[in-house]
């Protein structure tokens, strides 16, 4: 396995001030509904990692972990390697960033407390959430994107109170959620188009869904719901091929989320075994209807979260020490 080498930090940290990007346009948006279709089987058992390509042991892991944070995740990552995430400064305070070439650059939305930057497309739009101040922190959120240009855009869903920007797609189509007073039963899983509308994922419409990742030409869309609308802890990934329902579940886990998919087809996300305090998380790659276990390395390691996959199969993602989250990205 190679070795992990030493932790990425900015060879100039760079913030951007709020006041220097444009404030965009507000989306408004009108919903429309998806076709419903029946559910599918689930993919097959997990694969021993040598019988399958693209195991841990083919990545180079490099730690991601901006300087003088106490906490760093990396959420996504495009086609020429640039990263986005979200830290915690020593005040407590979340920011947003992106990582290109070694160098770190805050994001902030404008007039907020926090923000996180979820997800990066081809050309440099990035998407995300923010919240600002008298908000409800257990529940509010606003999408935004930040267009290569620099200005931010904010991406509502109305009449909703929520919406959260998970990722965005070469031509611009944004994946999410919105929810109202929890981010459980209201949730429901949204695709914007490039023109503003908004469509629902009404193959999960009596369940509380989040869409998190898609193939390019969006027939293919990967996210996570709530399989029991009773059981805040328990969730199964789904995966919706041409209109076509199938849960992605880890055999033998207690709860499954899938977070991103490269045109490859290549699915990642985490699992959970056990629960409560005996509670322990991994990631997996899921390719060929094979789930693959996929940790970041080293015996300290108490949990993986995979988020973010690029079509040449660059995984970025979250680890924990201790209570101290990582982010990290694992190239071949």
Known sequence: MPSSPPIVHARGFRIVPASSLVLGAMLFVACQDSPVAPP????????????????????????????????????????RGDIVGSYIDAAGRSHGYLLRKGEFTTIDYPGSVFTEARGIGPGGDIVGIYRNAGDNPAVDLHGFMLTKKGAFVAVPDPPHISTVAQRILPDGTILG??????????????????????????????????ANGGTPDHRRVVGFYYPDMAVATHQEGFLIDDGEFSQLH??????????????AGEIIGFYRTGSGATAVFHGFVLRDDQYITFDFPGATTTATRLRGINPRGDIVGTYAVGTVSHGFVATR
Not at 54 to 60: E, K, L, R, Y
């Open 250 to 263: 880890v055999p033998g886990s207690t709860a499954t989320q899938a977070w991103d998919m490269n045109p």
């Open 40 to 79: 599918a089987t689930r993919p097959a058992l997990v694969a021993s990692l040598s019988e399958r390509g693209g195991s841990p042991s083919d990545f180079t892991f490099t730690p991601i972990d901006v300087q003088g944070a106490v906490g760093t995740q990396a959420w996504g990552i495009n086609a």
């Open 177 to 210: 959620c919105r929810h109202d007073a929890d981010q459980m039963s209201t949730m429901r899983g949204i695709v914007v188009s490039n023109d503003g509308s908004i469509a629902e994922l009404s193959e999960l419409s009596e369940f509380g869904s989040m």
